[in-house]
């Protein structure tokens, strides 16, 4: 099979094919079939993810990014289906591929999924939006699926920061993931004088707590050099 009789025998043509001995006109791969070879006896079914439209093909197309296709013997690029929200999709695909952790995708029919952006994050795969991170939280770059928690002695005061904010000078916080700055409160080695104002210890004194209203002074054996001291030598 796959030739044809005439004085000799011809291969039959790229897009063609015959069903036995002694054929005489070749046949057209129909619609949804191909094939890239001479002298064949069959046609080929379009692959998931591609079509073959009209007759006498010898290859089939792909179908578009942001389109997919599990059907075989797919006749034209109609059969192909615009990918979900939260999903992409690259040319010849049989299906949709969720978008990844750190990335989101809010249309349907596209090719690639967007970076989380800064003060933003995606937690899940297949998400058609980005979250901003919360008070106390912050992202500086892009394409994450976390925030960053605010470290001790900083603040984050809003929602989809992009940095955290450092206590005044003399303050820390208690604990990390603060969103304020009345959560700043005087640090190891200063103290609130009565006229409210955040003074390191003089030499010769220490303060080890947060928060403290006054200083305490170098133990006998002990000594204290420089002010701003949380311990005693």
Known sequence: PGFLVSIGCTPVPVGAFTTGY??????QCPPGTYQPEMGQSSCIGASPGFYVEGSGNSEQTP???GTFS????????DQCIYTD????????????????????????????CIPASIGHYVDSSGSDHEDPCEAGTYQPGIGNSTCLLADRGHFVGEQGSAVQEKCPSGTTTANILSTSPDQCITAPGFF????????????????PEMGQSSCIGASPGFYVEGSGNSEQT
């Open 192 to 207: 609130v004088n009565s006229s409210s104002e955040r003074l390191p210890c003089p030499p010769g004194t220490y303060q």
């Open 70 to 77: 599990q059907a075989t013997l797919a006749l034209s690029a």
């Open 63 to 65: 179908c578009p990014s």
């Open 85 to 112: 929200p939260g999903n992409f999709s690259l040319p010849g695909s049989a299906t949709q591929t969720p978008c990844p952790e750190g990335e989101f995708q809010p249309l349907s029919g596209q090719s690639a």
């Open 22 to 27: 002694n054929s005489i006109i070749p046949e």
